[in-house]
């Protein structure tokens, strides 16, 4: 199978984080609608359990996405579906859960430093004058480096997939043949 083409990958992952946002967001505003803003009038200014609501409706269901799809049958998020990709281990089997959950921590980490950025020393959202923040800057920096290794790496891996030892492949295109019953 053909390793994937790397701009191929970064518009599967673009349809993936754009459904997986608006998807969380609307739950997180139709929740906080029907409780009448009770969770966010609750969490207040404490920041660590700001990030722990945060990690768990949005980062947590976002590492299940990306884990439970590449790892399941179809081997593909619905961005890689889309675009005619699937996840296989360097053999070209189907990945096992912690190689799955490996590769998706090592790519979503810096969701995780975009949250903790935003929230800390003080909330973005509640800072008057918002000072610069490097680890914004770590964040862009993080995802040039990651598309920039799949460019030039011998088989498109980014890092994420260097460290998991898995590969983005175009999925094999089944003959036209192969769906109609034999003549008799």
Known sequence: MPDANPFRRLVAYWID???????????????????????????????FLLWVWIFLTISLPMWLYFMLLESGPRQATVGKSLLGLQVTDMAGNRLKRPRATLRTASKLAFFEIGHLTLLFPTPLFDDPEPSFRAGIMVVMALMVVYFAVALVAPRHQSVHDLLAKTLVVSRPKVPTDAHRSPSV
């Open 17 to 47: 984080i754009t459904l997986l946002y608006a998807a969380l967001v609307s739950l997180q505003l139709g929740f906080a609608s029907l409780t009448d803003g009770v969770v966010a009038d609750w969490l207040g200014d404490r920041l």
